[in-house]
């Protein structure tokens, strides 16, 4: 079984999902994560993105990560851009993620914009991370040292909450007084049943 996990950015989804690692013999694809090291890893990829974004998109072999985020989270359709660079080579990294993983209770595919790129139709179940505006921006401000404006801008360019949690099965509240590993445990047990 793949059950989604995703959130809006400085939702706490990453800290939601190594908990659920904690509670089960279960496995976690971050798939931000895995698509960051297939922007290096991937030749498709690199070759990709240096056409539509050029050089400058690669310092040293690395992603210029400052330059990519400049460009893409100030123009929506430059970020569609190098999602659909992107997503389909992580599709097919997921896909052999989860076959190499089918002795597990469940695969958690843990991504920010599962329903933004369509990736909610490769789950069974899902689960979506919320918390107030504000909680995110400073959990994001502090995490990353980005701007206010920043974080800001990033969150306009995801679905809102309350759209990610009418295509949910499960919705885990994540504000500061909120317990978190109660929630987990409950879904944990839910899914495991």
């Not at 989604?4 to 800290?15: E, P, V, Y």
Request: hydrophobic letters at 40%; glycine letters at 4%; charged letters at 25%.
């Amino acid at each position: 079984m793949v059950v989604g996990l995703t959130g809006g950015i400085g939702s706490g989804k990453s800290t939601a999902a190594k908990m659920f690692q904690e509670v089960g013999n279960i496995v976690v694809y971050f798939a931000d994560e895995e698509a960051k090291k297939l922007m290096t890893t991937s030749i498709i990829i690199k070759e990709q993105i240096c056409k539509e974004f050029g050089n400058e998109a690669y310092l040293d072999n690395q992603l210029n990560k400052v330059f990519i985020a400049n460009v893409v989270f100030t123009n929506p359709k430059k970020l569609a851009i190098l999602n659909s660079i992107v997503h389909p080579e992580v599709y097919k990294h997921f896909k052999e993620f989860v076959s190499s993983n089918s002795n597990k209770e469940y695969v958690l595919y843990e991504n920010a914009i599962l329903f933004e790129n369509s990736s909610d139709a490769l789950c069974d179940k899902i689960i979506t991370v919320v918390a107030d505006e504000n909680t995110r921006i400073q959990r994001v401000v502090h995490r990353d040292g980005a701007s206010e404006t920043d974080v800001r801008n990033r969150i306009r360019n995801q679905w809102k909450d309350s759209k990610k949690a009418l295509l949910s099965n499960y919705i885990i509240v994540n504000n500061t007084s909120d317990n978190l590993l109660n929630q987990i445990m409950k879904i944990h047990n839910n899914l495991t049943k």
